[in-house]
C-alpha cells in the first residue's frame, strides 16, 4: 500500500513538474505546503502517533474495552481542540508565518512570492486538521493490526492533486493556485475513507467532556518528542528556509531531490517504524524482551538489505531518475541537472534516515521521548551549523549534504545510547549479513557505471525510450543485487 501510494506521489509530482516546472511560483506553492506538512509530521505521524500508540497498546493489552474507547475518546477530543485552535492562528497571521519559514521571500524586491504563499498557506494549512485526525485515526487501526488502510489513504491526496492540476488550474487567473485547493480536497477525502473502518472495528472516537490520565500521560510524552522524533523534518525546514535566500527555483529542486528520497525511505524506513513501533510497544508491555530485541535486529536487517541498494541507485541513477520522471515542458534540462545533484547528497544518507525510523522507536515504544530529544537537540544543532558553512560554498546542494550528515550523527547517536543503556546491541548474525550485502552492492555498483546509457541518451530520448532505458538498468540490476544474495546464502526467509 506504501509503493502504491508513493507511485502515484511520482505520477502527482510529474504532472506539477509539466504544468508548472520550476520557478518562483513552484517555490511559492511548496513552501506553502511544506508548512503544514511540517506540522503534519509533528502532530500527526510524528510525534503525537509515536507516543499515542504505546498507550493505545498498552490499554488495549491491560486495559477493558470500555476504557480504550474512554483513553481514545479523551484524547481525540482534547487533539482536536489542539488542532482548531492552531489552524485558526496560523489562517489568522498568515504573512508573519510565511516571514518566519520563508525570510527569503519578504526581503525580495518583488513581493509577488510573499504574497503568493500568504494566499495559498491559508488554503493548505487547514490540511493540518485534517491530516492530523486521519493520522490519529490510522494509529488506532495501526495499533489493531490494520496497516494497509493508513498506508493506502496517502492516495487519495495525490489522486486529488492531479486531478486539480490537470482540470482546475486552467480555469484559474493563477493556475497554481489549483494545487492549493488540491491539498485541501485531499484532506477531506482521507479523513472521510478511514471512518468507515474505525466504526467496523467499533473504535470511532467521539467528543467527551472532562479529564482522563491519558491525556497527562500523552502530553508528557509528547511534548518532547515533538522535537526529537521530528528533526529530519526540522532539518528538512530549514533547508528551505535558506533555499528561499538563493536562486529562484531552490526551493523546488531541493523538493523533487527529496521526492525522491522519500520514495525508498517511505518503502522501507517509515514502513518498518510503522509496523515496528506497534509491534515493539506490544512486546514492552508484555515484558517480552528476547523478541523486544529480535524485532529490532530483524528491522535493521531488512533497512539495510533494501536501503543499501536504493542508496548506490539514488547516487549513480540521480540524473537519469530526475530526466525521466519529471523533464517535460515547462520542467528543463537545467532544472533536472540541479535537482540531481541535490538527490545525491539526499541519496547518500539514505541508511542513516532509515536506521533513525528503525531505533527511534525503541526508545519510544518503552515511553523514553528524552533521549531522542537529547540526540535530536545535537543532530539539528549539528544541521544548522553545516547549513551555514555549506550553503555559501555548494547553494542548495550543500543544504542537502548537511542534511544527510545530521542524520548520520543522529543514527549513530541513537544506536550509542541504546548500547549504553542495554537495550539492544548488533548480533553477530547482523554483520554476517553486513558484509554480504556491501559485497552484492559493489557488483551492482560496477554492474549500473558500465552499463548504464549516457546522460545525453535521456535528454534526447522520448518518454518510452526514458522509461524502458531507466527500467532495464534497475531491473537489472535488482536481479544481479538478489541474485549475489542468494549465492552468498542469504535468504530472506531466514533473517
Known amino acids: 500500500m506504501t509503493f502504491l501510494s508513493r507511485i502515484l506521489g511520482l505520477a502527482r509530482d510529474y504532472f506539477v513538474a509539466r504544468y508548472f516546472g520550476a520557478n518562483g511560483l513552484t517555490d511559492a506553492f511548496l513552501v506553502a505546503f511544506r508548512i ?48 482548531i485552535i492552531i489552524t485558526a492562528i496560523v489562517m489568522l497571521f498568515a504573512p508573519l508565518v510565511i516571514f518566519m519559514f520563508a525570510w527569503g521571500f519578504y ?40 496497516f494497509s488502510v493508513p498506508a ?53 472516537p467521539h467528543l467527551v467532556s472532562g479529564k482522563h490520565k491519558a491525556v497527562k ?6 511534548l518532547p518528542a515533538l522535537f526529537g522524533v521530528s528533526v529530519s523534518q526540522i532539518n528538512l525546514l530549514i533547508d528551505t528556509m535558506i533555499a528561499t535566500l538563493l536562486t529562484s527555483g531552490s526551493v523546488t529542486w531541493l523538493y523533487y531531490s527529496d521526492r525522491l528520497l522519500e520514495l525508498p525511505l517511505a518503502l522501507i524506513g517509515i514502513a518498518l517504524a510503522t509496523v515496528a513501533l506497534a509491534k515493539l510497544s ?9 523478541e523486544f530485541t529480535q524485532t529490532i535486529d530483524y528491522a535493521l536487517k531488512i533497512g ?38 541535490s538527490l545525491i547528497a539526499y541519496g547518500s544518507g539514505l541508511l542513516a534516515f532509515i536506521a533513525i525510523k528503525v531505533l527511534a522507536p525503541a526508545f519510544l515504544s518503552r515511553g523514553d521521548t528524552k533521549t531522542p530529544v537529547k540526540i535530536g537537540v ?19 546542494i550543500g543544504l542537502a549534504i548537511a542534511t544527510s550528515i545530521s542524520a548520520a550523527i543522529n543514527a549513530f547517536l541513537l544506536y550509542y545510547q541504546l548500547q549504553k543503556q542495554a537495550i539492544f546491541s548488533l ?44 527500467s532495464a538498468i534497475i531491473g537489472s540490476s535488482v536481479v544481479l543485487y538478489f541474485a549475489t544474495l542468494w549465492i552468498l546464502g542469504v535468504r530472506l526467509t531466514k533473517l
Not at 502517533?49 to 483513553?71: C, D, G, H, R, Y
Not at 545535537?378 to 550553503?391: D, K, Q
Open 217 to 222: 500521560t500523552l502530553k508528557k510524552r509528547m
Open 378 to 396: 545535537i543532530a539539528m544543532l549539528a544541521n544548522v551549523f553545516l547549513n551555514i558553512i555549506l550553503a555559501y560554498y555548494y547553494a542548495h
Open 427 to 470: 548480533s553477530a548474525s547482523f554483520f554476517k549479513i553486513l558484509f554480504k550485502v556491501l559485497l552484492a552492492t559493489i557488483i551492482m555498483i560496477i554492474f549500473i557505471v558500465n552499463f548504464n546509457q549516457e546522460i545525453s541518451h535521456y535528454i534526447n530520448a522520448g518518454v518510452w525510450q526514458r522509461v524502458m532505458s531507466i
Open 107 to 146: 526581503f525580495d524586491a518583488d513581493q509577488t512570492k510573499f504574497n503568493l504563499t500568504t494566499d495559498m498557506l491559508r488554503i493548505t494549512f487547514p490540511y493540518l486538521l485534517l491530516i492530523s485526525l486521519t493520522a490519529f485515526c490510522g494509529s488506532i487501526l495501526n495499533t489493531y493490526d490494520k
Open 304 to 341: 539495510l538489505l533494501l536501503g543499501a541498494p536504493a542508496c548506490a541507485g539514488l547516487v549513480l541513477l540521480a540524473e537519469p531518475l530526475i530526466i525521466t520522471l519529471f523533464q517535460y515542458d515547462k520542467f528543463s534540462t537545467f532544472a533536472a541537472h540541479q535537482s540531481s545533484l
Open 282 to 290: 506490544k512486546h514492552y508491555a508484555n515484558k517480552e524482551q528476547k
Open 36 to 83: 503544514p506538512n511540517f506540522f503534519r509530521r509533528l502532530f500527526g505521524e510524528g510525534a503525537f502517533s509515536q507516543a499515542f500508540v504505546p498507550i493505545l497498546a498498552e490499554a488495549k493489552s491491560t486495559q477493558s474495552q470500555q476504557e480504550v474507547q474512554n483513553i481514545i475518546n479523551h484524547i481525540g477530543t482534547k487533539f482536536l481542540k489542539i488542532l
Open 152 to 204: 493506502f489513504t496517502p492516495v487519495l491526496l495525490n489522486v486529488s492533486m492531479i486531478l486539480t492540476a490537470v482540470y482546475l488550474s486552467p480555469n484559474l487567473d493563477v493556475p497554481i493556485m489549483a494545487l492549493a485547493w488540491g491539498v485541501l480536497l485531499g484532506g477531506v477525502v482521507q479523513l472521510l475513507f478511514q471512518i468507515p473502518f474505525l466504526i467496523r472495528l467499533g473504535k470511532m
